[in-house]
Every structure is written in structure tokens, then in C-alpha cells.
């Protein structure tokens, strides 16, 4: 088997599980972006596939070899850790040739390196400046540079980009997603931001409390997502409870025949802002009657908050598609059935 692979992966401190049985197979090339709110277990998860924690039960696998117990530093992975930073007393130089030197690489071959992992980075010819004389979003880079020193195996990154404002931590999304599509290595980035995992992952693990709510590509996560933490997790949606009789689900304000529903018992349905309808008229299939309460016009798209039976809905529409209503309204919220994702829970 060639990748990575979690076989019932559990990490606990005394009585508390920090990671939940977990399963996960990792090809390689591919990056994985580790993404959950604070405390769901994503560092762990990650410090134990550096070999900087050893896991409670389970098993790491890497081309098929078992490493769980195999010490990190025999492991040849890059790391871009908050805990590895740069030493600030080293030139620029120094510090990306660190790990060749304990290796004892050659100097000539230590400075060719260290020229290919700037040129790499996109920061050619700093290997003689002081770390202090660099911007932060130029740090981060030395510390990517560093971890590719030697060519790893696996590069794994703990909220690399958290320390940059918001326009410099976009464009290092996207300089790090070509950087590793060139390189081809496989990469797990832990992040709470999803727009930062949508961006730059092939493979996004949504977690939660200790436990893995669900593994799949981007735009899977947004358009299917398994539960409700998910859906609400990723971007904005309209969550939806109701009971199930006769192939339509019973909420608040009306029923919806929609595809995929349990026989019985009660269903929770997401539905993105974008997929919503919104009409004129209050009567239709799939419609549910509702007042326009706020409409908001942010330019690039117009959204619009819809009382339902007293629950807020979204709808998010773009300036061409713009419904002709404004607040006060009574309008028909229509939700398309193939629009509607049924929870697991
Ligand atoms: P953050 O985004 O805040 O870093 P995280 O998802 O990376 O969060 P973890 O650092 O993996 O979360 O922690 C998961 C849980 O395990 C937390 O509740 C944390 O308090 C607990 N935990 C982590 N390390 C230890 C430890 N050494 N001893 C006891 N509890 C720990």
C-alpha cells in the first residue's frame, strides 16, 4: 500500500480522549488539511504521525511499513511546527542548512541546497541576512525552506500561515498549494480556517471533538456533507428538523418531497444560501412561506434573510438573479430537492 494510513488511530490523556477511533488513508501527492475549531484534536493528530507523541491504540503505516513507534527524528519528515521556530541568532543560511548539517552534509553541498530551497521558496539570495531583518511572511518561508531540506517524505504543517495578516496568509495559501503540487510531496497542514483548507487542500479531514466528522475533497465537504457540524462548519447553510411521513419531511411552515429521506422518524436536511429560490409568490411545490426581514447588497452578491415560521433563513443570490423584493415581503422559499443534503445526524 503506498501512502500514509491511520489504522484505529486513538490518542488519550488519562480519562480524556483527545482523539477518537480514527481510520484514514492518505495517498500520496496528496494535501490534507486537517480542519476543525480549537481543541478538536487536530495538533494531536498531527504530532502523532511526526512521532512526537505515540498514540494510545492504533497503528501508522507509511508505504505500507509501520512507524508508530519509529522516534521522529528518524523519520525524515519536514515539519513547520509553532515549536520549530527559526533560530533567531543563525543567518538565514544557517538556518535552512541546520538539518543538513547534523546530518553531516558536505559544506559546498550545504550552500548548493540551501540556494535551491531559496530559489525554491522564491527567495533567492537572502542565505546571508539575519532572520530579524525579515519580514513575516519571508520567516515563514525560511521555515518551509528549512523543512524541505532533505527532502522528506512527509511535510507536515501546524497552522503555518496563523501569525500572517490576511492578505499575506491568502497569497502564502496559494504560493504553498503550487509549491507542493510542484514538489509532489504529501502534506497535512492543520488549520481552523476553512476557507484556507478549501483553498489549498485536495483532502479535507472536517474534525470535532476528537472525532473525524468527515474526510473528503472540498467541494464534497461543501455540497455533501455528512452531518450537521460539517455543513455548518463549511461556509453558511440552512439547517433543517423535521419528521418524516409518507416521502416528505414536515417543518416548520410547510412539507418538502425531497430525495434520499429516511422511511420514518425525524431528518435534518442542509441546504446552501446559493440553492434557494426565492419568488414572489408564496404558493409552489417545495415552497415554504416566509417574510423578507433584512435584504443586504454586498455587490459581488445580495443576500437575504427570510423569517420561516420564525426560523431565519439565508439566501444568497447574485446581482442578475437579484429577486425583485424588498423587506416586509411575504415570499415563497423554494428548496430545490437536489439542492437538499440529508444529515446523517
Ligand atoms: P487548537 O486549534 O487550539 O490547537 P487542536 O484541535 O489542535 O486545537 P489539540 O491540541 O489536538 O487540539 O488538543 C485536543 C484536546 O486534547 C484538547 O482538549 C487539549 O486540551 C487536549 N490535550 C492536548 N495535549 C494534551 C496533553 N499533553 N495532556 C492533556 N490534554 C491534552
Redesign the pocket.
Known sequence: MSGLALDGLVKR??S?T??QRTDLTIPHGQFVCLL??????????LRMVAGLDSPTEGRIRLDGTDITHKPAHQRNFGMVFQSLALFPHLTVGENIAYPLRIRGVSKADQGREVERLLALVRLPGVADRAVSQLSGGQRQRIAIARALALSPKLFLLD?PLSALDAKLREAMQIELKLLQERLGITTIV?T?DQREAMTMADLVVV?SQ?RVRQAASPIEVYRRPADSFVADFIGMTNLLRGHVSGGALAVEGGALALPGLPPSGEATISVRPEELRVHRDAAGPNRLPGTVSFVRDLGSHVELRIDVAGREMIAVATPQDRPDVEPGQLVGVELPPASCVVLES
Open positions: 490523556y488519562g480524556f483527545a482523539l476543525g475549531p480549537s481543541g478538536c484534536g487536530k495538533t494531536t493528530l497552522e492543520v481552523h474534525m476528537g
